[in-house]
């Protein structure tokens, strides 16, 4: 597969006769939508040949029970793990079940040999993290126990196959609770077949201050769980400024720490599947930006004749346009960008990627991953 960047002047017909490629493939593989306009600096992913989807390293996405049936078939054949957001749970350790039944996932992932994972997260009533629930919860061994014992049953019942570890913003006083939890959780689902894996905020040391990071010990986690994803992602958020949303040299900063703590065969590295659309000029407590897929950003740039450029530095795509009188600009993600994170797992030998969320098909990305580790039979 070779990667292109749109010129003045291409066309979907003008690019497949100099690549010799069928254009029905370069609007399947891309997503392009009817007409089939191009914006200059958009990047292509051109397939000049076949291969069999075959999974050489572990490849893992987020799923709310509300992603679109389609979508999540499209997306299994990719897929070595299906994670399910989400269950929460009691201060006593009672499971709560996502809004809307799970079921149906559960069985879709197995029918694909996809491992479903129950993803378990402490949130309140609002939706947020909540930190207090987190704490009573890991500071009693009765509820603890309960909790656990709680999850292999519902695994059991249902067909999970595995448990994922969701938890912000953990006190800095609950950090050995913390791990723990963990190391109780995964040696108590081991002894009945179930691996265990936790997700970690992007530190990139171990005195790292700050909510996001004080409750979560890289080295003592990597030992506790049989595997761990690194989210790295949301450098540019909702609230903040403009900016990449996994900017390269970021990410590769939490990576170069987190391998000097645990080995990098337990390490998957988070990527983001969305990108944001950014009101200007930025005003703190004020601005607010929209998510948006990666096909939508592209498709934004053609509508408004926006031309995308490429940070060699965050290596992510941009653009500014004007709409109604607002200047906006726009991050996102496209094939160049994550060539360049699949780049880095193959360069420390990580486990794999792991991807939130998987919500939006973007099928470049699938393609590009798939060629990029393809094994041949």
């Known amino acids: 597969m070779e990667i292109y960047v749109v010129k003045q002047g291409d066309t979907v017909n003008s690019l497949a006769g100099l ?11 891309n997503q392009l939508i ?18 069999d989807i075959s999974r050489s390293i572990i490849s893992g996405g987020y799923a709310y029970t509300f992603i679109s049936d389609w979508v ?11 994670y399910i957001f989400s269950y929460g749970f009691t201060t006593t350790g009672e499971l709560i079940p996502p809004e809307l039944d799970d079921s149906w ?8 040999s996809t491992v479903p994972v129950l993803t378990l997260t402490p949130f309140d009533e609002t939706g947020n993290f909540n930190n207090q629930l987190i704490s009573v919860m890991i500071n009693s061994e009765e509820n603890k126990n309960n909790l656990i014992e709680n999850i292999i049953t519902t695994m059991n019942e249902k067909g999970y196959e595995a448990l994922d570890i969701d938890f912000e913003f953990i006190l800095a006083e609950d950090r050995d609770a913390f791990t723990n939890f963990v190391r109780q959780c995964t040696e108590r689902l081991n002894e009945v077949g179930y691996e265990v894996s936790v997700a970690l905020a992007p530190k990139t040391s171990a005195d790292q201050r700050g909510l996001l990071y ?25 609230y903040g400024p403009a900016m990449a949303v996994a900017p390269l040299n970021m990410v590769r900063r939490v990576v170069e720490y987190a391998v000097t703590e645990i080995p990098p065969e337990k390490i998957s590295l988070g990527i983001p599947n969305y990108g944001y659309d950014w009101p200007l000029p930025y005003q703190r407590g004020i601005s607010r930006a929209r998510t948006i897929g990666n096909i939508e950003a592209v498709r934004i740039a053609v509508e408004n ?7 060699e530095t965050a290596m992510s795509p941009y653009f500014n346009y004007e709409k109604e009188g607002i200047m906006h600009e726009v991050w996102f993600e496209d094939v160049r960008s994550l060539r360049a994170k699949f780049g880095l797992i193959s360069e420390y030998g990580l486990r794999g990627a792991g991807y939130w969320q998987i919500m939006q098909f973007f099928r470049a990305n699938w393609l590009l991953l798939q060629d990029t580790f393809y094994i041949t039979k």
């Open 19 to 29: 690549y010799q490629v069928d254009s029905e493939r370069l609007i399947y593989d």
């Open 34 to 51: 009817y007409p089939y306009e191009l914006a200059v600096g958009q990047a292509l992913l051109i397939q000049t040949g076949t291969a």
């Open 72 to 82: 999540l078939e499209q997306t299994l054949p990719y897929l070595s793990e299906l």
């Open 105 to 112: 996932m559960i069985s879709e992932a197995r029918e694909y």
């Open 214 to 238: 004080e409750g979560k010990d890289y080295r003592a986690l990597g030992e506790a769980a049989n595997h761990v994803l690194l989210m790295t992602y949301e450098w540019g958020y909702t």
């Open 305 to 311: 004749g926006a031309e995308i450029k490429f940070d």
